[in-house]
């Protein structure tokens, strides 16, 4: 796509991530023409807490390119998470169907504490805020009650003499006929002085009210959050001469216009860990590694999801907080309270944990010299000889090896029997666990052998324990890409167009009407294909996925069945669930008709490949393995101290092959190959570890 001033939108590409402490910045240049490949250059800059738009300017300045000569910069942000996370919300008002005002508090009758009565909840839209109306249909979409229009205006006075800022129409059976929201957005349209009004069938066309409530409540009330900052954002970079628009990260690992996000905002939730796993996705492909379980351990947690078929998980049933159910479809991470700042403890039963409470960026760990005095996973490390102390990012006042080691004696040590370094081992050891937990959640959990996979690791630690955590799975292999502290930032570089679509069917396979299904399918693509035509980057391709959320008549769970497109039979689509069911739970219930419950359609706009060879910059490759030594230094691994090998990943030749126990250093994170395992790079500079290869 070339745009008016003769700069094509794939020639110069920046990919922006915003995380709680760097703010990570890629940039991939074709126009050199070289046989070396596109240049590509990285930032890394302090996220600007106050105003985000501030820290991805300066990351742009960094670069040394001149912003008027990029083509496209794809965003990911994470102001709505954080929005959402803290409760900092714009003041929002419900309209809803009379007697149901409080289906978004009383959610599913569950507790935040599964076994006590303590914790509380706030929902999103308090009950003052949520005004009822007179309207009625049945789940057939049959008008039994007709809107009260005169009770719409009046509930839409008052939300706004409340001073409510964004408006939600939610009505209860809108999902099988959207005729009564779409008449009261009308009305409210007449009122509202802004376009911050959600009707919740335009976001999410299912059944279930509670949770389809929830999803247009977070929407509108992080609508107003997400359009300041793009206009914030697109002000600042056009003060810097890119006068183009620029794309967003949503959480189902596409991408969508800035001028188009916030519509529909709280697909945006998630952006960040979307971004890591897709390109984890391309990075794998690339490769020739189609299936993947992605390890992103960062400062304060760790995300891990699954990829088959080089397509990562997507599921609508994600719930980011107790009773905080936002059912877009996105990208399936599952999150852990374990990173490098998570803090270890002797618990009042004298057992070892690990996190969840981290030292967060400040005080942040011991090593880094801010005030920290709480022993971390970070601490650990360094203790145990995998971080170099003289390698560490943004340390304010230098703090001895020995120091980390006494006060690992005294806060662990002491009550587990153990000195300082075999504390520090310990804290290892029960992180792996906790990780690996998580890990067995996304794929054991979802009937999945770990070993069918590999284990993609990035982030700044998740490099560190990667090794560990594929042996304690039964992994056998271990990928690190070439830039694993801005994988993120390369995600937005490589992700594709995508828009997806849920329809409520809820009806028995058995005496399903064949004909819907295909008119919902076939209205869910042209729908898809009409926004991508919309976008400003046009893809090479468009691709169409379709899938069934389905289940056994009776029952309430669902489970996601892939079909082969539109012009299915009712056969088909009962075996198709019936062998879902079995990879899932191992059994065959063939008496037991299924139900349909919900038509899926992802439309994705594939974008052009980008070579990722480059990265690491090849001219700075040496021609031995020797060469690349910084040093050897006494690592521990399984309760003993090993003469390690410490190499400059950026110097490493493509054809290096090295024994564990070995330890690769980059700007970014450290790489630890354990005793036993074999490392070797391939053609794009990924680190191949296999498991167990001595």
Not at 310 to 334: K, Q
Not at 406 to 418: C, H, Q, R, T, V
Not at 503 to 531: F, H, K
Request: contains cysteine; charged residues 20%.
């Amino acid at each position: 796509m070339v745009e008016k001033n003769g700069i094509n939108s794939g020639s110069v590409v920046a990919g922006i991530d915003v995380g709680g402490t760097f703010t990570d910045l890629i940039l991939i240049d074709t126009r050199s023409g070289t046989d070396m490949g596109p240049r590509v250059r990285v930032a890394k800059t302090p996220t600007t807490i106050e105003n985000q738009s501030f820290g991805v300017v300066n990351a742009v300045r960094e670069t040394g390119v001149p912003a008027s000569d990029i083509g496209l910069i794809v965003h990911g942000t994470t102001t709505t998470t954080n929005a959402v996370l803290e409760r900092q919300l714009a003041r929002t008002g419900m309209i809803t169907t009379a007697g149901f005002r409080d289906i978004i508090e009383l959610g599913r009758r569950t507790r935040p504490q599964a076994y006590g009565m303590t914790g509380t909840f706030k929902p999103v839209v308090p009950r003052n805020l949520r005004l009822e109306v007179g309207e009625r249909m049945d789940a057939a979409g049959n008008a039994l009650t007709p809107l009260d229009e005169e009770g719409v205006r009046e509930a839409v006075k008052a939300l706004l003499d409340a001073g409510c800022v964004s408006l939600v129409i939610h009505f209860l059976h809108a999902y099988a006929n959207p005729a009564h929201e779409k008449r009261a957005a009308e009305i409210a349209a007449e009122l509202w002085p802004n376009d911050y009004i959600t009707t919740g069938h335009a976001l999410l066309s299912e059944a279930r009210e509670f949770e389809r409530g929830v999803t247009a409540a977070v929407n509108a009330s992080v609508q107003p959050i997400l359009e300041r900052y793009v206009a914030r954002l697109s002000n600042e970079l056009r003060g810097l001469g890119y006068a183009r628009d620029f794309l967003v990260m949503n959480g189902n690992g596409g991408m969508i216009s800035a001028a188009h996000v916030a519509r529909e905002a709280a697909k945006t939730v998630m952006s960040g860990p979307a971004s890591g796993v897709m390109a984890a996705a391309f990075t794998a492909r690339r490769a020739g590694v189609d299936n993947l379980i992605t390890y992103d351990m960062g400062g304060t947690s760790t995300d891990v999801a699954l990829v088959r078929g080089a397509r990562p998980a997507v599921s609508n049933e994600i719930e980011v907080e107790y009773a905080m159910p936002i059912h877009v479809p996105m990208v399936d991470v599952h999150t852990v309270g374990a990173g490098g700042g998570s803090i270890a403890r002797v618990n009042d039963a004298g057992l070892l944990e690990v996190g969840p409470q981290s030292a967060g960026a400040k005080p942040g760990p011991i090593c880094y010299g801010r005030g920290g005095v709480e022993p971390t996973i970070s601490d650990a490390n360094l203790l145990l000889g995998r971080l170099n102390p003289k390698k560490l990012l943004s340390v304010d006042n230098p703090v001895s090896v020995a120091d980390v080691e006494e006060i690992f004696a005294e806060k662990l040590g002491f009550d587990l029997g153990l000195s300082g370094v075999e504390a520090a081992g310990a804290v290892l050891k029960i992180a792996n666990i906790k990780m690996a937990g998580a890990i067995r959640m996304v794929s054991l959990g979802k009937g999945h052998d770990p070993r069918d996979f590999a284990l993609f690791a990035f982030g700044g630690a998740g490099p560190l324990h990667a090794a560990a955590l594929a042996r304690e799975l039964g992994i056998p292999r271990v990928m690190v890409p070439a830039r694993p502290g801005i994988t993120n930032a390369l995600g937005c570089v490589v992700a594709d167009l995508r828009h997806d679509f849920v329809r409520t069917v809820n009806r028995p396979v058995a005496s399903l009407d064949v004909a819907l299904v295909r008119s919902v399918l076939d209205e869910q693509r042209a729908e898809g294909e009409a926004l991508i035509a919309q976008e400003t980057v046009q893809p090479e391709r468009i691709e169409c996925v379709h899938t069934a959320d389905m289940q056994f008549v009776g029952q309430t769970h669902l489970i996601n069945v892939p079909l082969p497109g539109p012009e299915i039979d009712r056969d088909t689509l009962q075996t198709l669930f019936e062998d879902a069911y079995y990879k899932r739970f191992r059994v065959r219930l063939p008496e037991i008709r299924a139900n349909l419950v919900n038509l899926n359609t992802s439309v994705i706009g594939v974008r052009a490949d980008i070579d990722l060879a480059s990265l690491i910059d090849p001219a700075g490759r040496v021609a031995t393995l020797a060469q690349a030594l910084n040093e050897k230094r006494q690592v521990w691994f399984a309760g003993a101290w090993h003469d390690t090998p410490v190499y400059a990943r950026e110097k490493l030749p493509l054809d290096a092959e090295i024994e564990g126990p070995a330890i690769l250093e980059q700007l970014d994170t450290t790489t630890v190959i354990e005793p036993g395992d074999r490392a070797a790079s391939d053609a794009d500079g990924n680190i191949i570890i296999t498991v167990g290869a001595s």
